[in-house]
């Protein structure tokens, strides 16, 4: 079945450093990737929409100059986090499915990154 | 806004059938509901999803109700390895999960 891969699944950092990280689907393409972020004991919150091409559409209160998203390709896309601080620790994850509009496709999910901030 | 409604857990035994139901009393007409499944550490997996029709996969059944404003995951026959979160996700696109049902499954 369709597989997107997340890289890398852990980081540990200190504090100010930019970490990034990759979201691949591996055996389709996809116009359009999601970011989410998941604190302990919480369900996933969406951070943004990772369109191939084109500029990221964020959640409200989802800083775009903290979190860049790049999407140059149809099988990657790319969120940075930058000058990372305690507070950014959390676990990553992308999904990547069907096209926009189109509501019956599936979203297959990364296996996540788990940040850690120093 | 999740805009469905779960209850926080469910339990059940090895074996067994397992109804977790959903509400989404004010789906649209072009909204999907969509079933997905989280272990600890790991990503979401899709499960299900469908629109009107109730629909079966090798994973379990999806009862949707005539009106819509509700639908049921059916699990067959629980084991152990289906103990997660169980979100259901309704919309056209992006996905928003609210807190889904923890689901306990006991030998």
């Known amino acids: 079945g369709a597989v997107v891969s997340q890289h890398p699944s852990r980081v540990i950092c200190k504090s100010g450093t930019s970490v990034k990280i990759e979201c691949r689907s591996l055996d389709f393409q996809a116009t359009t990737m999601f970011w989410y972020r998941q604190f302990p004991k919480q369900s996933l919150m969406l951070m943004a929409t990772?369109?191939?091409?084109?500029?990221?559409?964020?959640e409200q209160g989802v800083e775009k100059d903290k979190f860049l998203i790049n999407h140059a390709s149809l099988t990657l896309s790319t969120l940075t986090v930058t000058s990372a601080h305690p507070e950014d620790s959390s676990f990553y994850i992308c999904s990547a499915g069907g096209d926009r509009g189109k509501g019956n496709q599936p979203q297959h999910f990364g296996d996540g990154t788990r940040l850690s901030i120093l | 806004d999740a805009k469905t409604t779960q209850p926080n857990s469910m339990e059940s035994n090895e074996e067994e059938p397992v109804h977790l139901p959903c509400n989404h009393s004010?789906?649209?007409?072009?909204?999907?509901i969509h079933w997905y499944r989280q272990l600890p550490s790991q990503g979401p997996e899709y499960v299900i999803h469908g629109l009107t029709s109730n629909v079966n996969n090798r994973m379990a059944s999806l009862a949707i109700a005539e009106d819509r404003k509700s639908s049921t995951l059916i699990l067959h026959r629980a084991t152990l390895r289906d103990a997660a979160v169980y979100y259901c996700?309704?919309?056209?696109?992006?996905?928003?999960f609210g807190k889904g049902t923890k689901l306990t499954v006991n030998p």
């Open positions: 990772s369109n191939e091409g084109s500029k990221a559409t964020y």
């Open positions: 996700i309704r919309g056209p696109e992006k996905l928003v």
């Open positions: 004010t789906i649209s007409g072009t909204d999907y």
